[in-house]
């Protein structure tokens, strides 16, 4: 079993940064992949960035270069460092993490709002 919540959102303005933290409990976070996803009012539930065990990093296109992923397992926790953000990045943004297959744990969410 995995628990995830994650901290760090807010209010932003477009330009500006913010960090995402997801503090996890559980001892197989180290051999999981973790992933950032996001949805916006209205709209589905979109992927944003996943960081593999071995810190392998991929990323939307709508984040490329702005965005960036990382993990501490020592302290069992992964970031999502935002920059250059934009009126288009405000969703609720998610952890979830992925022991196998699929990504089966997931926090409750933090709001992300930037404003322009």
């Known amino acids: 079993q995995v628990q995830l919540v994650e901290s760090g959102g807010g209010l932003a303005q477009a330009g500006g940064s913010l960090r995402l933290s997801c503090a996890a409990s559980?001892?197989?976070?180290?051999?999981?992949?973790m992933g950032w996803f996001r949805q916006a009012p209205g709209k589905e539930r979109e992927f944003v960035a996943v960081i593999n065990w071995s810190g392998y990093r991929t990323y939307a296109d709508s984040v490329k270069g702005r965005f960036t992923i990382s993990r501490d397992n020592a302290k069992n926790t992964v970031y999502l460092q935002m920059n250059s953000l934009k009126t288009d990045d405000t969703a609720v943004y998610y952890c979830?993490?992925?022991?196998?297959?699929?990504?089966?744990?997931w926090g409750q969410g933090t709001q992300v709002t930037v404003s322009s």
């Open positions: 979830a993490a992925r022991p196998r297959n699929n990504f089966d744990y």
């Open positions: 559980g001892r197989s976070f180290s051999r999981s992949d």
